[in-house]
């Protein structure tokens, strides 16, 4: 786990959940801290949805322990078998996440022994709620980060360190334990992206035009991350058939390198021209001549394969070439889509890219 704002609330949570269950004399009140720790999202909404979730768990969790204690008691027995029903009731209801925190409910409120045991149920049952209430506060007067702003510069950042490892590696200068120690730490890095995302995807937009612009720029994004998996695809085929790569003809070589160095720059000038820093119009490597250059490729490659064919040399090498040539039309194919969005996004939506995007690149 790293360092960040999220730690920081979960700790001042359980701080204001202590100091509240002790001002209101509540008993047990260490178990309004532990429920704050289950409660602590990283976002408002997802705090939202998660006191809601907490409620009906705990409140069901409740509910199976003062039945239980009421009909057959409170022992080892009893509270498992409460365990168990609260468990299978939660996932009928598709209620998985307050399952922990549900089951800390029940514990608590069955290992009672006052007399009065539904007023300290009660009791106990509303120092938890407090514990949740206390981080739905913290998560409203702590904003969370913006995650657009989180999303683009983690989406850029992965982009360029595998854009940078594509042209060493294309020119054979790359070391194989370093490519492939980075290629590990770009997929991981890709899924914080992903993480990002959902983030983003789960900030409330209360307009219908925010609600439209919102929606325009989810698809853009997914096709952002798309993109950029695609060109890390690239990367790991590169890495893996470094050798074949090797023992292409000269003139062959450089034009799949020629042709690797366009779509990187392509891709690059792509978040430059979404942030504003191009015009719309501006698409070097889309168009005819790209089409062009694209034809031209794989006619070289059939004339090499004919080639191969004809002076019985081993094709493992051809073999080998397809999978990285189609690895890079994919790419190809996904840098235009992600260009046709950008300029359908910026003729409608230009004034409201995030102003803060621009110091990313």
Do not use: C
């Amino acid at each position: 786990m790293q360092l960040g704002a999220r730690i920081f609330k979960t700790g001042i949570a359980i701080s204001l959940a202590l100091f509240l269950a002790n001002w209101l004399n509540l008993p047990i009140p260490f178990m309004a801290g532990i429920a704050a720790i289950f409660a602590i999202q990283p976002s408002i909404y997802r705090s939202y949805l998660t006191v809601l979730d907490q409620i009906y768990g705990n409140l069901i969790g409740a509910t199976i322990a003062v039945v239980f204690v009421v009909t057959l008691g409170s022992n080892y027995l009893t509270v498992g078998l409460a365990a168990i029903l609260a468990i299978i009731i939660m996932l009928k209801l598709k209620l998985n996440n307050p399952v922990p925190l549900t089951l800390v409910t029940i514990i608590v409120i069955m290992e009672s022994h006052e007399p009065e045991f539904l007023e300290f149920a009660g009791l106990r049952f509303l120092t938890i709620l407090l514990g949740i209430f206390s981080s739905f506060i913290v998560n409203l007067i702590f904003l969370p980060p913006k995650y657009e702003t989180r999303l683009f510069t983690s989406i850029h950042e992965v982009t360029e360190e595998v854009i940078r490892w594509i042209r060493v590696s294309i020119r054979h200068a790359s070391d194989h334990a370093s490519v492939k120690n980075d290629i590990d730490k770009l997929s991981n890095k890709l899924d914080k992206v992903d993480q990002w995302y959902s983030f983003y995807k789960d900030e409330r937009s209360y307009t219908r035009k925010q609600q439209y612009t919102k929606a325009r720029k989810l698809v853009l994004y997914r096709q952002m991350i798309a993109t950029s998996k695609k060109s890390l695809e690239v990367l790991k085929r590169l890495h893996r058939f470094e050798n074949e790569l090797s023992e292409l003809p000269e003139h062959f070589h450089m034009m799949v390198q020629e042709r690797l160095e366009s779509l990187a720059s392509y891709h690059e000038q792509l978040y430059m021209k979404y942030v504003g820093k191009l015009r719309p119009e501006h698409s070097e490597g889309s168009g005819e001549n790209a089409i062009m250059k694209r034809n031209e490729v794989m006619t070289i490659f059939v004339k090499e394969i004919n080639l191969a064919h004809e002076e019985n040399e081993d094709e493992f090498s051809v073999y080998h070439l397809m999978h990285v040539l189609s690895a890079i039309l994919d790419y190809e194919e996904q840098l235009e889509h992600l260009d046709l969005l950008i300029i359908a996004y910026l003729n409608y939506h230009s004034e409201e890219v995030d102003s803060d995007l621009e110091d990313v690149i």
